[in-house]
């Protein structure tokens, strides 16, 4: 499995554990940069160079959202929402809205490796 990282260093550690972004010092309207990326869009993108995708756990107040944070087996912010990731991985549109509609700020994962 590895996470997506997205290509801006302001937004690079929002991408792997859905943090929130910084805060743009400016009190007018937020440039197109300076909003935080919408992940769905994001995982459609890389869908579309033909990468499987699949949701991981978002972080929130830096805990992981999955229920059992601080447990055994939690790696927040870096471990699937979904249970057979291996299998489940994928580049259709559908599925990844439903995810990205179910899970709004998870992170973006994209499987590598035998069978992609």
């Keep these: 499995m590895t996470v997506k990282k997205n290509l801006s ?5 929002y991408i792997g554990t859905s943090t929130t972004p910084p805060q743009s010092q400016s009190t007018d309207t937020p440039t197109p940069s300076e909003a935080p990326p919408n992940m769905e869009s994001l995982a459609l993108e890389d869908a579309r160079r033909g990468w499987r ?4 756990w978002p972080m929130n107040g830096g805990q ?3 229920g059992h ?3 055994k087996g939690c790696k927040p912010g870096k471990h ?3 249970t057979e990731w291996q299998k489940k991985a994928t580049t259709d549109p559908e599925q990844i809205h439903r995810w990205w509609t179910q ?3 998870a992170g973006i994962a994209i499987a590598t490796g035998q069978g992609v």
Excluded: D, N, R
């Design 9 to 13: 260093s302001k937004y690079l550690s």
């Design 53 to 56: 995708v699949f949701p991981i």
């Design 64 to 66: 992981c959202t999955c």
């Design 69 to 71: 944070s601080g447990q």
């Design 80 to 82: 699937p929402a979904i």
């Design 103 to 105: 899970w709004p700020e």
